[in-house]
């Protein structure tokens, strides 16, 4: 099914804290909707690596694990999501965040000629979330070395099984700065499962089972809507 399918295109939210799997659930769905992920935590991160005066902005907030001002946050999405590419539909990874963003995101809808289709919240217990990302390391070649010592091991430590790059592990991956990002996302972000649930448009899965179980119930999800897209 592609994005065209949901009468102005696919438009999907994932909300769940960090280390919740939105970024991995969001690369087997852009393949199976042909739409794009827009991943705001992706923009910043390329800024910052390419210097920019926004990437050097939102740097500054997430070294300590803040959320980005939401002025900057959707500017970044509003110039993203009149791209080419946006205009069979897109999945949201990371905006909104706040439930200011989420009011401002109708509008940038309504700019593009969309409305949300659904808001998925994925809900996984706080231990597991802190294992997955003090665990987790990322390569400094390619973009597909994503390990974790835990879980998903290198075949040789500190090694990506791709490239033979070095593997290492962010800074905001740091034990102090995930717990003071999961204290952001509760007094902040929680409040948006309650703003989409109020308004018809959220649905709530549990973690359980593998990555290919919960594909399934996410793929459930999302074609149950088809067509039925509301602002």
């Known amino acids: 099914m592609s994005g065209e399918a949901f009468g102005g295109g696919l438009v999907l939210i994932l909300l769940g804290a960090p280390g919740a799997g939105k970024g991995t659930y969001c690369k087997e769905l852009k393949g199976r ?12 991160r390329q800024a910052v690596k390419d210097g920019t005066e926004i990437g050097k902005l939102a740097k500054t907030y997430m070294d300590r694990g803040a959320l980005v001002p939401d002025a900057v946050v959707i500017g970044i999405v509003w110039d993203r999501i009149r791209q080419s590419d946006c205009k069979a539909g897109f999945i949201l990874d990371g905006f909104p965040r706040t439930v200011d963003q989420a009011d401002a995101l109708v509008g940038l809808l309504y700019g593009v000629g969309k ?10 217990d706080k231990e597991i979330l802190i294992q997955r990302l003090t665990g987790r390391r990322m390569c400094r070649s390619c973009d597909k070395g994503n390990f974790n010592i835990y879980t998903l091991k290198p075949k040789v430590e500190g090694v990506c099984d791709y490239c033979g790059g070095e593997l290492y592990q962010r800074d905001d991956d740091r034990e102090q700065v995930i717990l003071n990002r999961l204290q952001v ?3 902040q972000t929680q409040p948006l499962i309650e703003y989409y649930r109020s ?7 549990k973690l359980e089972g593998g990555i290919e179980d919960m594909l399934k119930r996410i793929h459930g999800v999302i074609d149950s809507h088809a067509g039925t897209g509301r602002v």
Do not use: C, H, M, W
């Not at 409305?115 to 996984?124: C, E, G, H, Q």
């Not at 308004?199 to 899965?205: P, V």
């Open 33 to 44: 909707y042909n739409t794009p992920q827009i991943s705001t935590g992706d923009i910043f």
């Open 199 to 205: 308004r018809g448009q959220l649905a709530e899965l």
């Open 185 to 187: 996302y509760e007094a």
């Open 115 to 124: 409305k949300l289709t659904v808001a998925i919240n994925l809900d996984v």
